[in-house]
Every structure is written in C-alpha cells, then in structure tokens.
C-alpha cells in the first residue's frame, strides 16, 4: 500500500500574514513558515496506518518554494519513508490548475494507492485541489473525512458534508481528503528527526515532469487588483461594575442593533 | 438545440437532503443576474423536477436546466460534475457559479480540471469589466481585497454562501430537461446518508446579521446555554470557537474562523472567545463586535467596539433581561 500524503507550507497562522502588494503572493519574510496543520494531520492519518501494516510505505510530497525543504522534511521526521518535493521559479505563482496539474504528473511519477489531503489549506482555504486531482488522475473522491478507515483495496470514512452526514467508500487507487476532526498529529522524536537525515529526498522542477508552467495556450486564472484594509482599530473597552449587561444593552439599542 | 444568451452564467442549484431548493442558491442567481443572464442547472430526482424549477425561476432563473437523475443518492460528485459538463457545452456560458460549499468546492474542482477552466474560489462577489468576468475575495481575514479573473474562456467560481446580497427578479418559469452522457469517471459510493436536522428555529449561521459566539469560557455544554439564550433575545445565530467544539459544547458546523465559517454580519457577539487569530480571521469583518471576557489583555478586545471585562455568567443575563424589559 503507497500512501501520498500531501503537504503544504504555510505562514504561521499565530504571526501576521501578509501578501507582497506587488505580486499578491505571501510575503514570506513577514511571518514564520510551518508545516501547515491540516496537513500533518493528513500525515498521521497515513502513518498511523503504517503503524499496523508493515507493506504500508508513506511518501510526502509538496509543490513549494525551494526555502520549504526544511519543513517538508519534517515530514519525514515525523515517519514518512520519503519525500518528492517540486519546486521551480516558474511555478511560484502557480494558479490552482497548474498546481493540480502539477502535483497529478508528480504523483502518477511517484505511484499510488492513496493520496491523502487536507481538507483546506489554512492560506489559500481553497479547497479544490483534492477534488482537481482525483479528476485528473481519473480516481474517486471522498473528501472532507472525520473518520478514516483504510483497508487493503477500499477507503472509507464519515463525511460531514453540507446538511448531512454521510458514511462513502471508494475503491482504491482514490484521493481522499480529511477534517481537523482527525487526531492532532505526532510530535518528531529525536530518533526520527536523525533517521529522516538519511531518507529519500527527491527535488523535482517542472521540467522534470513535463510541465510547462508558462504555456498561453491554458486558460489560469490571475490576480487583477490587491488592496489592503486597514486593520480594525478597538472601540471602547469597561470593566463591569456590575451593569456590564445593561451597558451593552444600551450600546446595541443606541446602535440599532437590538 | 435551443440557444442561449450570449452573456449566460450558469449557476449550479443547491438542494437539500429533501430536494428543496438550499438557502445558497438566491445568492448565486442574485450574483449571475448582475453580470449576465442566469441560467440554472438542477439535478434532481425525476418527482421533484418540476417543482425546483418553479423555485429557481421564482428566485430568479431565466431558464432551468434539468438534469433528472436518483444517482446522487448513491454517487458522490460524479453525476453532478457530469451534468454540469453537458449543460456547460450547450450553455457555453462566461462563468459557472457554484456555491463555495462542501460539495460545491468537490464538484467545482473535478469541472475545472475536466474542462481545463480556471478556478476561483470563495469569491464574496463577481463583477464584470470590459475584459469579462471579475471574481472578488477577502483574504487573510479580510485583510486584504483581492480580485481575479480568466485569462480567457469561462470561469468558474466557487461563491461564499452568505457573502451575496443581491437577489434576482422572479422569472416565468422555463424547464428544459438535459441530456447528460456519463462520463464514467470512478466516484466514492455513498452507503448511507444523515440529515443534519437543525432543530431549532434560528437563523442559518452563514448570512446571518446577527451572530453570538461562545468559546470555553462557557466550560461546559450545559453552560453554553447561556449563549444560545442571547442568540434567541437577538434573533441571532450560534457561533462557536474551535476550543468550544473541540470541548464538545457545539457540534462542528457552528464554528467561526478560519476553518470554520466566515460571516460578516451586522452584529458579532462574543462570548468567552480570547480572539485567537484564527478565530478573527472568522469574524473581523461584522460591522459591530462585542466582546464579553474576564480576561483584560484578551485579544479579541483587539478589535471590539464595545468590551466588557468580566464574567459572561454575571454580564450576559442581565443583558438578557434588559433586553426583555425593553421588549415589554
Ligand atoms: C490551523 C488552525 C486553525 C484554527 N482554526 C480555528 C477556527 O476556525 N476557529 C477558532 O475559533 N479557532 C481556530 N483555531 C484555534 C485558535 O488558535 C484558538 O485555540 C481558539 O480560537 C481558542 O478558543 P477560545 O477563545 O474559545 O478558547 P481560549 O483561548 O481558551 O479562551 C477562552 C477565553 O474565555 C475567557 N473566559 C473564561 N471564563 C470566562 C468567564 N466566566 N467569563 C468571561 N470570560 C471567560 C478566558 O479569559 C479566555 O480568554 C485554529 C488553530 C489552528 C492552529
Ligand atoms: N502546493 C501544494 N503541495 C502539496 N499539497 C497541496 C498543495 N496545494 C494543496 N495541497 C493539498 O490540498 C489540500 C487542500 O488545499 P487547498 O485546496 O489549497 O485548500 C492541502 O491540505 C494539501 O494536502
């Protein structure tokens, strides 16, 4: 069983987040990256399968900046067997398409029975990606799992969708993609972060998938306009002396808010 | 084959469990009519066809596609991704519309990747310059205001439910059934299928103008009662932080932030919430915000334009009952 668990860099939520105003890409220098943590749920779905099947061999995988090495390789801390990490200048302000295709060439590359996503990413929160390659790599989608359970040519697992819940299976190979009702993931142990030193670390550019990342002849989708808001600024701050209740009271009725 | 308008935008209907037409539908046939003319596509059991279609013209569809099929019962994502690729050929439309909801987001991935169209996604808006289709979203929180659009051919966007309000006139109501070849892509089968059967009378949480929130201030789901009692002195929806559903206190659908919903109402009532970043992310964009905390460096209070430091169990039912008095 070869499980591809995707992963993604992100700025770290806790800091601030900026986009470049020129480029409307994440300001990388503004905020620490990480290991986004949907995705390291993702990974502890596929690795706490591998805890009980020895045939299971788990790959991460990323399309990021060349600087997301680093984070990438905590995957393979944590337990992964290896890691194929694509990165190239051209792709650095890839639309969700070309990612999709992207990440599809690398993974039909790579092989699989699983792939294993997120559900949302917590900078791009678009949330297609699963489901573009799952039709791209012509397998079924379950996405937005709250529970998984693997076995040895199915997936299956409780999807909380809009207004229902649901039990699906698929048959695999199958994309599916999970929630951050999943298990928080483990930590890297000293162990593991020495034996992931001597894992397999595979660097791919686009040309060495046979991606073309400038061709005008596909339709993307680009960014047109980008404005920042002014940060919201605070009101007026009481401490209750006893009539906190009714001072708002009065402040949503002086507002026509009740 | 009939013939559509050159400006048509086709709209993906979203229905419930029991085939009514869903709640996010107004916005998109609102949003389609101020670029183009909306024309909708249904798919539906064969019984409840017809009386989609009156729904979807009465909120605003110039012409409804039908696309009568009992496999979404039994097929996640496929059928739709299917009927959506033959209406798409027919309609040949300047944008898909599709609501930015679970399924939404599956089937407009899987249509974007099949007919090599460009996604956006989340879009709180769409507009239309002499270039074509203009999609519009808030990111990072609303922090920033970021626009994009096609470099040609059709754009599909996945549409904030909530985000939109514009409505569409009533139109006469147009059926036309739709022949959709399957495409025999692999899809996960569905075994079995719960109603999430809301019991109360409040407002959805997503597009609702009034929200209160609750977070493990509270301390248990009992005691989140009290949030529930305030929201119904407003005529407010439920929200929560993750910590609160996290503890159990709420189930998961009702949480504001950045993995959970975002909403932008009129009033944001904050309850025991700190303000993580990621729950502002959720809720910094309502036009007023309370916040009620015992904590007075809690960062929530960042961004309140009103704060009571102190205890939700004292604060909040003496407000609730000043607001009953004013009622009387
Ligand atoms: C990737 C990622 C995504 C996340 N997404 C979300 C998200 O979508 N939504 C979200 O909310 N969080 C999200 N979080 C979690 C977030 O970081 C916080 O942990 C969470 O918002 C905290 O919830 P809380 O404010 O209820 O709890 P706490 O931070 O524990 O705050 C409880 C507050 O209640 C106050 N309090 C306690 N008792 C009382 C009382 N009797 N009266 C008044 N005040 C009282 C305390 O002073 C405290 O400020 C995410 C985190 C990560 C890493
Ligand atoms: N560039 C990428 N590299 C690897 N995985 C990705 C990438 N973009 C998206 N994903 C995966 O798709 C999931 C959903 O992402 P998104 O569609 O961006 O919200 C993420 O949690 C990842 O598992």
């Given at each position: ?5 995707l ?7 806790y ?19 990480v ?7 993702a990974?502890?779905v ?39 990490h694509?990165?190239?200048?051209g792709l ?24 294993i ?15 573009m ?5 012509e ?13 040895a ?56 998938l046979?991606?073309?990342p400038?061709?005008l ?21 009481i ?20 | ?7 048509s ?24 009519s ?37 496999s ?49 996604v ?8 002499d270039?074509?289709?203009?999609a ?26 909530g985000?939109?309000d ?6 006469p ?9 399957a495409?025999?892509?692999a899809?996960?089968?569905?075994e ?22 609750g977070?493990?201030?509270?301390g ?5 009662a ?42 944001y ?38 704060g ?13 009952s ?5 009622k009387?």
């Open positions: 069983m070869k499980i591809i668990v992963v993604k860099e992100v700025p770290d939520t800091g601030e987040r900026k986009l470049d105003l020129e480029t409307g890409l994440a300001d990388r220098a503004a905020s620490e990256a290991l986004d943590e949907i995705s390291e749920r990974l502890e596929a690795l706490a399968y591998a805890d009980s099947h020895d045939d299971a061999e788990v790959v991460v995988m990323s399309m990021a900046a060349e600087s997301a090495a680093a984070t990438i390789r905590k995957g393979l801390a944590m337990g992964a067997a290896s890691a194929v694509i990165t190239d200048p650095a302000a890839a639309d969700l398409g070309l990612t999709a295709r992207t990440l599809a060439v690398a993974i039909r590359r790579t092989g699989f029975d699983l792939v996503t997120g559900n949302l990413s917590t900078d791009g929160s678009g949330g297609v990606v699963p489901a390659l799952a039709e791209l790599l397998v079924p989608n379950a996405t937005a799992l709250s529970s998984v359970e693997i076995a040519g199915s997936v299956s697992g409780t999807r909380n969708a809009d207004g229902a819940t649901m039990r699906v299976s698929a048959r695999l190979p199958a994309v599916i993609s999970i929630t951050e009702a999943l298990p928080d993931a483990r930590f890297p142990n000293f162990k593991g972060i020495m034996a992931a030193k001597k894992k397999p670390f595979e660097t791919l550019s686009a040309a060495d046979g991606i073309e400038h061709d002849s596909v339709a993307v989708s680009i960014m047109t306009a980008i404005a920042e808001k002014p940060p919201r600024a605070a009101g007026v701050k401490t209750d002396e006893g009539d906190g209740g009714t001072r708002i009271a009065e402040f949503l009725i002086e507002n026509r808010l009740a | 084959m009939t013939d559509y308008p050159a400006d935008i086709l709209v993906l209907l979203e229905t419930t469990p029991n085939g009514e037409l869903a709640t996010s539908a107004a916005g998109l046939l609102g949003a389609a101020r670029i183009g003319t909306p024309v909708a596509l249904a798919v539906i059991a064969p019984s409840q066809a017809q009386a989609l279609a009156e729904q979807a013209a009465a909120t605003g569809a110039e012409r409804v596609l039908v696309f009568e099929t009992n979404t019962q039994a097929e996640l994502t496929i059928p739709h991704v299917d009927a959506l690729a033959a209406a798409a050929a027919v309609v040949v439309p300047h944008a898909v519309l599709i609501s930015n909801s679970i399924d939404g987001r599956d089937i407009a991935g899987r249509f974007a990747a099949r007919t090599s169209a460009p996604i956006a989340d879009a709180i808006g769409v507009s239309r310059d270039e074509g289709i203009v519009h979203h808030s990111v990072y929180g609303g922090a920033y205001n970021v626009d994009s659009a096609a470099t040609f051919g059709p754009l599909v966007v996945t549409v904030r439910q985000a939109i514009a409505r569409a006139e009533a139109r109501v147009a059926l036309e059934s739709l022949e959709v070849p495409s025999g892509a899809s996960a089968a569905i079995s299928v719960e109603a999430v059967t809301e019991t109360s009378s409040r407002p959805e949480l997503r597009g609702a103008t009034r929200v209160v929130s977070g493990r201030g509270l248990s789901a009992e005691k989140f009290l949030v529930e009692d305030l929201a119904d002195a407003l005529g407010a929806a439920v929200g929560a932080s993750r910590a609160a559903v996290d503890a159990g206190y709420i189930p998961a659908n009702h949480q504001v932030g950045q993995t959970g919903v975002s909403v932008s109402p009129q009033l009532i904050a309850l025991g919430i700190s303000g993580a970043i990621q729950h502002r992310t959720g809720m910094q964009t309502a036009k007023n915000i309370v916040a009620v905390n015992k904590d007075p460096d809690a960062p929530i209070f960042e961004v309140a334009d009103f009571v430091v102190g205890d939700v169990f004292t604060v909040v039912p003496q407000l609730i000043a607001l009953a008095e004013r009387r």
